[in-house]
């Protein structure tokens, strides 16, 4: 498995609108992609909001399935092969595959219970 670089850091947010205010009127960051889950079919008032920081990736969320991945996302650079990989390796599988319009990613727990997230952005 390579990992190629880290995707993304993200937090779970429980009040989406003090959340973005906070980050990006207290802190000045701009957004860099916005997701309403509810245009996606999810429920209404959920939301994935991204900024971009040096080329890196911090989000927050109020989803509810999308805050168990809250820390770090690794990008790896084949998919398949990576999750067979950990599978082989005996680690504990958080979630299922997830797809989004822009990726496929899968939770996984380390021997500690941190979350880590292994994410491929579709091409």
Not at 57 to 79: C, K, P, R, T
């Amino acid at each position: 498995m390579k990992i190629t670089e880290i995707a993304f850091t993200v937090y779970p947010v429980s009040d989406i609108t003090r959340a973005r205010e906070f980050y990006e009127e207290t802190l000045g960051l701009g957004v860099y992609e916005e997701v309403d889950y509810e245009q996606e079919g999810g429920p209404a008032g959920t939301y994935w909001i991204e900024y971009e920081v040096n080329g890196s990736i911090f989000a927050i969320s109020n989803n509810l399935e999308l805050s168990q991945q809250n820390g770090v996302a690794f990008e790896v650079e084949d998919y398949e092969e990576a999750i067979a990989a950990l599978k082989d390796a005996g680690v504990r599988f958080v979630t299922d595959r997830i797809d989004t319009p822009v990726c496929c990613l899968r939770v996984i727990s380390d021997p500690d219970g941190n979350l880590i997230t292994i994410h491929k952005r579709k091409t």
